[in-house]
Structures are given as structure tokens and as C-alpha cells.
């Protein structure tokens, strides 16, 4: 089995790179492999759509759009792990490449990790915010919204990482890759607000009642609608898992009635949580885990997720396997309490751009009246690395008369927490999934506006822990936007250069975290 190279997320072999026969996700070297095989196939796709534009301005690229998002997709992180689908996938990108201009060559992506260090790391950087935005852009495609300026951005990032630029090209290019990805963000939350209504805050139970049920993971909300659609009337219930809690929120996801819940946690802890579960497991994308004998005949996957040895729901989105599993397995036969990682037995989600802009007067009141000191958004990714405790110990510290924002699934590391109210808001409001960080910057742009400032002048720090690519394009959306001060944990990421890595800290003041008492005292005094 041939070695393999990989650095993309944060978990990734003693901060410098996955090597050898498997990384630290579970992914065995040849899978990585392939999906560098991929990556290139969709570097020489781009190449071909690219050429074929400049032919003709007006030519359109259904199908490539499609594969575009599907490839880019599939590698990122706890994805895709079967060489199967991948080497089909593969096949069907150097197909249509081919279809559209003939004889155009892939870019072979490895010399990316050979290349000088710099030209690595802003080609990397751009390389997985291409990834990161590509899962928002999947989302809200299968919900039938597009952005062509988002579709051309991906073929126009793809060809210049397979190209010889310059730094300074490069660094435009990886700005540009934020800005864009904060136009996709836009995209879904339209997507997602204008399908299912705006988010309402909504309190969710984490006890699993008695009785046959499914837990839904992964982040596609029309898949948790087609699901529950299907499942109506036939005495199942279904339970939202790490980052499908947000859909809680949604009224015409709310309106289903065996919508009863959240089973566990965040994704890092599901070998534990679902170690004979009663149930079946739908993963509809990111983040899968290596699927353990204990559980493996109760998970099924669908969409872009991929496992060897387990049951695939196609594009017909027939879930009949899965329902006729819970009915066999038959849940338990009495509710089964579970907690947060706190010991608290519910969580609210709901609190999106629409519902804390409805109480923006009253925020703003609260802030000059001095009731509001300071407002931390405490979220990104979570993950299994020592360290992220920090988030935990960092919302516990967090005077009284501040507000917590919440996002993605690191929200888990508080969101069970009871840190009580400011005049009637509550202390900690979950925003949703990590595309919501749409919604933290909405109001951090709202609240400039009304404070006649800049989003750097407000009483506001941005706390962000980061695991895989979706926070890194976040992290890029934030920066193109000039926010400044941001603190990244729990360790930096790999594939950032030590030049690099200066030209933020000097252009954005972004850091490390240190300790809880350090920081906190850094930004409040």
C-alpha cells in the first residue's frame, strides 16, 4: 500500500502530516490517495470548463457544476472513506472533462505538498476553503438555489492552484476565496430560510423516548425532511445528531411531530454513543467516524458519505432500509435519559440572524445601559485533541454580563450549560450549524451599523476552535471581511507557513489561544 501525505485538518499526525498507512481519521493510505487522484481529476475538469469559457462566454456546465461540488466534497475530512465510489467518481470527472475539451491533462496535486513552503501553504489554504465552501454550495444546490458567481469561482480557485503563481497572486486569490464563501453562506441560509422558514429558539429534549427510532447526523437538511416525510405515521421517531440540531428550529421541519429530539453529542463521541444503539444511524454527510462492529449492521449512509460493507441510500432517497431497521431494533423499551457533556438534559438552538436582530433594539439598549459588557462568539468545530476544554472552562469564566454566541458543532463544549439570562436573553445563544456563522456576521455587521463603527470597534470577540475545511473557509470569509483579534484553537493548522502565519497576525491580529484567565483578561482588561 502506497504511503499517503495528508494535513488538512486539525487532528492531523503531530501537527505536521498524516503519513504512511492510515491517518488519524481512519483513512487508509490508499483511499487518501485516490482522493488526490480526485482532486486533480477536478483540477483538469476546471482547466477544461476554464478554456471552453473563453471560447464561449455563454456556455454552461450543468453536469460539471454538479461533479464539481460532489468531488470537492467527498474529500473533505470523515467524508468518504471507500475507494469505490471515489475511483467511479474519478471516472465520471476525466468523462465529462474530456467531453468538453479533449485532451486537457489533470494536475497531479501532490507537487502542492512538495512546493516551497509558502506557495504550499497559500495553495492549501485556498485548496480547502474550496472544499469547506463546496459542502455550503452542495447544500443549497439540493435545495435548487445557485450562485453562478459561486460556481465560476470554484473552476476559477481550482485552475490557479494548478498554475505558477506568485504569493502575493496567491493571497488575492485566498481573500478571494472568503469573499466568496461568504456569498455561498448567504446563498444557503436563503436556501435553508426560504424552504423551511426562519429559525425560531426552540428547547430540545436529549431524553430518547421508549420506542422504535432513527438518528439523523450530518448536516443536509432536505435529507432529514425526505426522511421525515417518509417516516409519518409509522410510530417511529426521529432524533437530530451533533449538527442536524439546528433543524430543531426550523417551523416546517418543527411541524413534524416524531421530530422528538437530540441523541448525544458531538461527532467525535459516536463511537461511544453508539455502541449498541437500538437504532439505526443515517449519515447524510460529514462527520463519520470508523464504524465500529458494535453498531456497523445500524448505519446507513446517503448522499456524498461513503463506508465500505455499508447500505447506501441512493438519489432516489428511498429509506425504506432504514425505516424497516428501527422497526426491527425496536428502540428502548423505556425513555432513556441521556446528558450533555455538562450533565445538562436539554439545549435550545434556534437563535439564527432573524431571531437576535428581532431583539436588536434591546441588545443595543442593553450595551449602552452597560447591562451587555461584551459579547464572545465560542464555536467552530469540535473535535477529540486535548485542549478543547478550554471552550468549556472560556463560557464558565465569561463574566456575567456578557452574551455567548454559539455555532457548529462546538457548540457541545457549552451548550448544555445554565448560565442564565440578561434581562430576559439568554446568556448563551446557539446560532446553528457552522454555515450559520452567516448569521454571527449578519449581526456583528447589523450592530456596527447601529453603533456607527466598525465590527472591530464592537465589544466583541470571535473564540473559534477548527477541525476540518468548512471552518477553514470560514476562518478566510472573516478575514476577507477585515475582521481582526479573532482567537483559533486549539492548535494552528499544519498546512498555515510560518510567513504566512506572520502576514495574519500582522494584517488581522489573529492568535493562538493560550490560557482561559489569559485571554479573558486580554480582552476584557
Not at 476552535?465 to 494552528?492: H, R
Request: with cysteine; aromatic share 8%.
Amino acid at each position: 500500500m502506497e504511503e499517503m501525505f495528508c494535513f488538512q485538518c486539525q487532528q492531523t499526525a503531530h501537527n505536521s502530516g498524516c503519513e504512511g498507512r492510515a491517518g488519524v481519521c481512519g483513512k487508509k493510505s490508499d483511499t487518501a490517495n485516490y482522493q488526490d487522484e480526485l482532486t486533480s481529476a477536478l483540477i483538469g475538469l476546471s482547466r477544461a470548463v476554464r478554456k471552453k469559457l473563453a471560447l464561449n462566454p455563454d456556455a454552461s456546465f450543468k453536469h460539471a457544476d454538479e461533479l464539481i461540488l460532489k468531488g470537492l466534497f467527498t474529500t473533505i475530512t470523515n467524508v468518504n472513506f471507500f475507494n469505490d465510489t471515489i475511483i467511479e467518481l474519478i471516472h465520471e470527472v476525466n468523462v465529462e472533462k474530456d467531453r468538453i475539451y479533449p485532451d486537457i491533462m489533470n494536475y497531479d496535486v501532490r507537487h502542492i505538498w512538495e512546493d516551497q513552503e509558502d506557495i504550499r501553504s497559500l495553495k492549501s489554504l485556498i485548496l480547502f476553503g474550496l472544499r469547506g465552501m463546496a459542502a455550503y454550495a452542495y447544500h443549497a444546490y439540493a435545495l435548487d438555489y445557485v450562485d453562478k458567481h459561486v460556481l465560476d469561482f470554484f473552476y476559477e480557485g481550482l485552475e490557479a492552484i494548478g498554475l505558477g503563481k506568485s504569493s502575493d497572486e496567491l493571497l488575492a486569490l485566498v481573500l478571494k476565496t472568503g469573499e466568496i464563501n461568504f456569498r455561498c453562506m448567504e446563498l444557503l441560509d436563503h436556501a435553508n430560510s426560504g424552504t423551511y422558514g426562519n429559525p425560531v429558539p426552540t428547547e430540545v429534549p436529549l431524553t430518547i423516548e421508549k420506542g422504535p427510532f432513527i438518528v439523523v447526523s450530518g448536516h443536509d437538511l432536505h435529507d432529514l425532511e425526505l426522511l421525515l416525510n417518509q417516516t409519518e405515521g409509522k410510530g417511529i421517531n426521529i432524533y437530530t445528531h451533533s449538527e442536524m440540531l439546528p433543524a430543531h428550529g426550523y417551523p416546517e421541519l418543527k411541524k413534524y411531530s416524531h421530530l422528538k429530539g437530540n441523541f448525544g453529542t458531538a461527532w467525535q463521541s459516536q463511537q461511544s454513543e453508539f455502541h449498541n444503539i437500538p437504532a439505526p444511524v443515517l449519515f447524510t454527510t460529514n462527520c463519520l467516524m470508523p464504524v465500529r462492529q458494535s453498531y456497523c449492521d445500524r448505519v446507513f449512509t446517503t448522499s456524498i458519505v461513503s463506508y465500505p460493507d455499508l447500505v447506501h441510500i441512493g438519489e432516489d432517497k428511498d429509506f425504506t432500509p432504514v425505516i424497516e431497521k428501527a422497526l426491527e431494533c425496536k428502540g428502548y423499551p423505556e425513555d432513556h435519559p441521556m446528558t450533555g457533556i455538562n450533565g445538562g438534559s436539554t439545549v435550545t438552538t434556534g437563535f439564527a440572524h432573524n431571531a437576535v436582530l428581532s431583539n436588536a433594539g434591546h441588545i443595543v439598549e442593553l450595551i449602552k445601559a452597560g447591562k451587555i459588557r461584551h459579547i464572545f462568539l465560542i464555536g467552530g468545530c469540535d473535535g477529540a485533541a486535548p485542549g478543547r476544554s478550554y471552550y468549556t472552562d472560556f463560557a464558565k469564566a465569561a463574566p456575567m454580563d456578557t452574551l455567548i454566541l454559539t455555532l457548529a458543532c462546538g457548540k457541545y463544549r457549552l451548550n448544555d450549560l445554565d448560565l442564565g439570562s440578561i434581562d430576559g436573553i439568554p446568556r448563551i445563544l446557539d446560532m446553528g450549524q457552522c454555515n450559520d456563522a452567516y448569521s454571527a456576521i449578519k449581526v456583528a455587521l447589523t450592530l456596527a451599523e447601529v453603533f456607527d463603527c466598525t465590527v472591530n470597534d464592537l465589544p466583541l470577540t470571535l473564540v473559534l476552535s477548527w477541525y476540518e475545511q468548512k471552518a477553514v473557509c470560514i476562518l478566510l470569509t472573516l478575514l476577507s471581511l477585515g475582521v481582526k483579534n479573532i482567537l483559533l484553537g486549539p492548535t494552528l493548522p499544519a498546512f498555515v507557513s510560518e510567513n504566512v502565519w506572520k502576514i495574519l497576525v500582522e494584517n488581522y491580529n489573529i492568535q493562538k489561544i493560550s490560557t482561559v484567565e489569559e485571554d479573558m483578561k486580554k480582552i476584557l482588561g
